[in-house]
C-alpha cells in the first residue's frame, strides 16, 4: 500500500467491475480455463504433451480486463496457437478464435446458473461514501453481462453510468489496455480524466489508466498475501490498496 496522494482529490472515479466490484473474477477465470484447456486438448499431440492454462497467472497476464476476443486471441497467441479469427456468430468450438470465445461465454453462462455472483462488501459501503461525498462513480467493464450484474447486486443505483461491453460494441470502443472504456466513462460523469480516478484490479486496466491521462491510478489487490502487488505497480499503478474501504479512508480520508 502506498501513501495518500499528493494535491487534491479526484473529482470522479470510475471503476472496473470483475474483480474490485463484484466477485466474478474467479467466475472469468474458471470459464476461461474451461474453454482453453479443451482447446489445448484437442490440439495435443499425444496425452502429457500440453501445458493447463493457469487461472491464476496467465489470466492475469493475458485475458484479465479485455474483451472475450482480444482475451482469447492473446493467450493463444502466447502459447503459439495460431487460428483464423472467424467471425462473432461462430459457435463455441476450437477452429476460430471468435469460436474459443464463444467456448468461454457459454461456460461463463452455465457458472452463472449454478453460481449467482455477489457484490464485494466493501464496494457498497465504498460507493456510498463516494456518494455522500458527492464523488459520481461509473462502472466499466469489457463484459457484456456486467450491466446485468451489478444490477442484480445492487449496485447500480450507487453509479452514476455504466460502460461495458454491449457499450463497447455499440460505440466501437477499443478493449484494454486502450483507455477508451475509462474515457467514455469519465465523459459521462463530465470530469476530465486528470480529475477522475480509475481504480483496476487487471494489469490490462492499469495500463490503460496510466496511458489515458488519469489523475490517479488505482490497483486492487484482494490476495490474500498481496502477490499481485508488485505487478500493478510496475504497470502504472499509483496507489496499490487491498479494498475499496481502504481507497476511500486513504484519499478522501472518509471511514468508511
Not at 496467465?58 to 482475451?71: C, H, T
Not at 447500480?156 to 475509462?182: N, Q, S, T, Y
Not at 467514455?184 to 496510466?210: F, H, I, W, Y
Not at 499481485?228 to 504497470?235: C, Y
Request: aromatic letters at 6%; hydrophobic letters at 45%; one cysteine or more.
Amino acid at each position: 500500500m502506498n501513501g495518500p496522494p499528493a494535491g487534491s482529490p479526484p473529482r470522479g472515479v470510475v471503476l472496473d467491475t470483475d474483480g474490485v466490484l463484484l466477485d466474478s473474477a474467479v467466475v472469468h477465470a474458471a470459464a476461461w480455463k474451461a474453454a482453453f484447456d479443451a482447446c489445448l486438448g484437442d490440439t495435443a499431440s499425444g496425452p502429457g504433451t500440453w501445458v493447463p492454462f493457469d487461472a491464476d497467472a496467465e489470466y492475469r497476464r493475458f485475458v484479465d480486463g479485455r474483451s472475450r476476443y482480444d482475451g482469447a486471441e492473446a493467450f493463444l497467441t502466447a502459447r503459439g496457437i495460431r487460428l483464423p479469427p472467424g467471425g462473432p456468430d461462430d459457435p463455441p468450438g476450437c477452429d476460430t478464435v471468435w469460436a474459443v470465445a464463444a467456448r468461454k461465454e457459454q461456460a461463463f453462462q452455465d457458472a452463472l446458473r449454478t453460481r449467482p455472483v455477489a457484490a464485494y462488501e466493501d464496494a457498497e459501503r465504498a460507493l456510498t461514501a463516494l456518494r455522500s461525498l458527492r464523488v459520481p462513480c461509473a462502472a466499466v467493464s469489457a463484459s457484456r453481462h456486467a450491466r446485468a450484474l451489478l444490477g442484480a447486486a445492487g449496485l447500480d443505483r450507487l453509479l452514476a453510468a455504466v460502460v461495458d461491453g454491449e457499450d463497447a460494441a455499440r460505440l466501437g470502443l477499443a478493449g484494454k489496455p486502450d483507455p477508451a472504456l475509462f474515457r467514455n466513462a469519465a465523459g459521462l460523469l463530465g470530469v476530465g480524466p486528470q480529475d477522475t480516478a480509475v481504480v483496476e484490479d487487471a494489469l490490462a486496466g492499469v495500463r490503460a489508466g496510466r496511458r489515458g491521462g488519469f489523475g490517479l491510478v488505482v490497483g486492487v489487490d484482494r490476495t490474500p498475501d498481496g502477490r499481485g502487488a508488485a505487478a500493478l505497480r510496475e504497470q502504472g499503478a499509483d496507489l496499490v490498496v487491498p479494498d475499496l474501504a481502504t481507497l476511500v479512508r486513504i484519499v478522501w480520508g472518509d471511514r468508511v
